[in-house]
């Protein structure tokens, strides 16, 4: 244990009748800026300089729920794994009040060969099914839907995989106002920017811009899907 250190006061010791109470003020006055400074910087070093925030420990899935089906998400050598029967785990943490409008989002993915899963963003929890609220960025480089990575599902999709199966990738996510911007490794892969009023086919009526939490997808037993470093920078 560090031992404490003293700062004798001014005139202290050459005024051993000095009154008490005013003794303890003027140690008040004397120690109360170091121990704002020092506040400050501790505040200081636990937010992040460049405004990104972790949401994913990579230890737990604390700050996240699950729905229908729990088995389908583990955690494996610090990496967040979707592997089984359909099932989405939604962010439920502190961040934001996990309710976003405007922001960005960052994760490295791997698929797997044949393997499909989504991130949604704007949605909402619900007990089972496809998430109905909000949109969805596509992650499949070889499962065979034809709809591939970081393409906004069933809006503006992209039908050529930006990535490989077995290889770490960065999908990045943007929304800002009523643009929705994708990348993978730093190279655009879907800017679109929501018209006023769309027409949605009756399955996508609510795949629409508003606000709320995030989601992954877990798509089926055949697919597994590797996340890790999920990291979100809420925008004004």
């Known amino acids: 244990m560090a031992s404490a ?53 990579g230890k737990s899935l604390q700050g996240w729920k699950v729905n229908e089906s729990p088995e389908s998400f583990r ?20 961040v934001a009040n996990h309710d976003f409008k405007n922001f960005e989002l960052k994760a490295e993915i791997k698929t797997l060969p044949g393997s499909n899963s989504g991130v949604y963003f704007h949605t909402e929890f619900q007990p089972d099914g496809w998430p109905s609220k909000g949109y969805e960025i596509q992650v499949n480089n070889t499962h065979k839907d034809p709809k591939k990575t970081a393409g906004i599902y069933g809006i503006q999709d992209n039908f050529t995989a930006p990535a490989q ?9 943007r929304v800002e106002g009523k643009r929705i911007l994708t990348k ?15 027409t949605r086919p009756a399955q996508f009526k609510n795949r629409l811009l508003s606000h709320g939490t995030f989601a992954i997808q877990g798509h089926d037993p055949q697919s597994e899907v590797h996340y890790r470093s999920i990291s979100v920078r809420p925008l004004p």
């Open 5 to 57: 250190i003293f700062f004798p006061l001014p005139g202290a010791c050459a005024n051993p009748g000095l009154d008490s109470n005013l003794l303890v003020h003027m140690k008040a006055q004397f120690l109360l800026p170091l121990l704002l400074s020092a506040a400050s910087l501790t505040a200081a070093d636990s937010q992040p300089a460049d405004g990104w925030i972790q949401i994913f420990d």
């Open 75 to 94: 955690i494996q050598d610090g990496e967040l794994v979707a592997h089984g029967n359909r099932s989405h785990l939604f962010y439920d943490g502190a």
């Open 184 to 198: 993978v490794n730093n190279k655009v892969i879907s800017d679109y920017t929501e018209e006023e009023n769309p």
């Open 165 to 173: 199966d077995g290889e770490w990738f960065t999908l990045y996510i």
